[in-house]
Nanobody, 121 residues
Framework: QVHVADSGGGSVQTGGSLRLACAASGSMYSYSRYCMGWFRQAPGKEREGVAS???????TYADSVKGRFTISRDNAKRTLSLQMNSLKPADTAMYYC?????????????WGQGTQVTVSS
């Protein structure tokens, strides 16, 4: 099973950028088979999916981040990234990296500890 650890959060002003990173354990072959995703949870709100990237690179984004966020993966390095541009206060949340075997739909198998993103107006 792949285990993940996320990092890269911080505090920025509206319009700023941040890049989140996620490192996965396990073999490159195992990692490459997983769907990888980013989720976020703001205080008092439910966790929501932000972006996901399938085994062969197909990307999916929440409507709220389309055109601003870009998810990418490097299977050789077993890493996942989320480039976040034009950040808004509404993007403030704890962000989590997650991995799921056999596609991106359904419960994810492995979760990072979370990294805080705070956007001030």
């Amino acid at each position: 099973q792949v285990h993940v650890a996320d990092s890269g959060g911080g505090s920025v002003q509206t319009g700023g950028s941040l890049r989140l990173a996620c490192a996965a354990s396990g073999s490159m072959y195992s990692y490459s088979r997983y769907c990888m995703g980013w989720f976020r949870q703001a205080p008092g709100k439910e966790r929501e999916g932000v972006a996901s990237i399938e085994q062969y690179g197909t990307q999916t984004y929440a409507d709220s981040v389309k055109g601003r966020f870009t998810i990418s993966r490097d299977n050789a390095k077993r890493t996942l990234s989320l480039q976040m541009n034009s950040l808004k206060p509404a993007d403030t949340a704890m962000y989590y990296c997650a991995a799921r075997v056999r596609g991106c739909v359904g419960e994810y198998d492995s979760w990072g500890q979370g990294t805080q993103v705070t956007v001030s107006s």
